[in-house]
């Protein structure tokens, strides 16, 4: 029981952990109450996710030390370092056009309708470019330790980094599913999939993210 808590208390301690266990609940909920038409629970959802929505207003310096620990990513050649760059940038413009949502949905800020209307799709594309670009590059890693795992040189750590990186390319595939439903009609699938449908896919990248999280922690020095 005490070892439970201490697990407990260790995966909320950290912002980003914490935010994977609040999508869980947000997006369950969410489920939840459209699958059942329930009116309470679509409102706990939609409470539960403008908390998170709150708290990642404050991730831009997270955003901003990841992109100068990348820097412009000449490690990974000029195709992969441009699309790693690329995608740092893509997650600071989401979290400003986020705090300009933020604003707009609490009544501080207001613009025309028009304006409005841009602003939200832009937040919307900013993420489904992110998702893409980190599926793409995931893929490639998914690839490059396959190839790792045939050498006969191989590290005894190669199969977990494997499973590690296939069950991360399944959670980003669901991730940009999701991230481009919410775009307008008429851009790929956008606003194709019901709420139910768009949930499901959600909450099963969430549950993803814990495994992802977990599974991960096999590959720590011990």
């Not at 403008?50 to 195709?79: M, N, P």
């Not at 940038?89 to 409005?116: F, I, M, R």
């Not at 893929?139 to 191989?154: E, G, M, V």
């Not at 606003?191 to 099963?204: F, K, N, R, Y």
């Amino acid at each position: 029981m005490v070892s439970l808590v201490e697990e407990i208390c260790s995966l909320l301690e950290a912002h980003a952990d914490r935010d994977k266990v609040v999508s869980l609940v947000s997006y369950t909920l969410k489920l939840w109450g459209a699958t059942t038409k329930s009116p309470p629970l679509l409102t706990a959802s939609v409470r539960v996710a403008g908390a998170r929505a709150t708290l990642r207003l404050f991730d831009d310096a997270a955003a901003l030390r990841a992109l100068f620990r990348y820097g412009f990513g000449k490690q990974e050649g000029l195709l992969w370092g441009t699309l790693g760059l690329t995608n740092g940038l893509c997650t600071l413009s989401y979290l400003q056009a986020e705090k300009l949502v933020w604003l707009l949905d609490t009544g501080v800020l207001k613009l025309t309708p028009e304006l409005a209307e841009r602003i939200r799709i832009a937040h919307k594309l900013f993420w489904s470019l992110s998702a893409f670009i980190g599926l793409s590059r995931s893929l490639r890693a998914l690839h490059l330790t396959r190839k790792i795992l045939k050498s006969p040189k191989r590290p005894k750590c190669a199969p977990v980094r494997v499973t590690q990186a296939a069950l991360t390319s399944t959670k980003l595939l669901l991730d940009v599913v999701h991230a481009v439903s919410w775009l307008p009609r008429g851009w790929l699938w956008g606003g194709a999939l019901t709420t139910a449908q768009a949930s499901a896919v959600a909450t099963a990248s969430a549950v993803l993210a814990l495994v992802v999280h977990y599974h991960g922690k096999r590959l720590l020095p011990r």
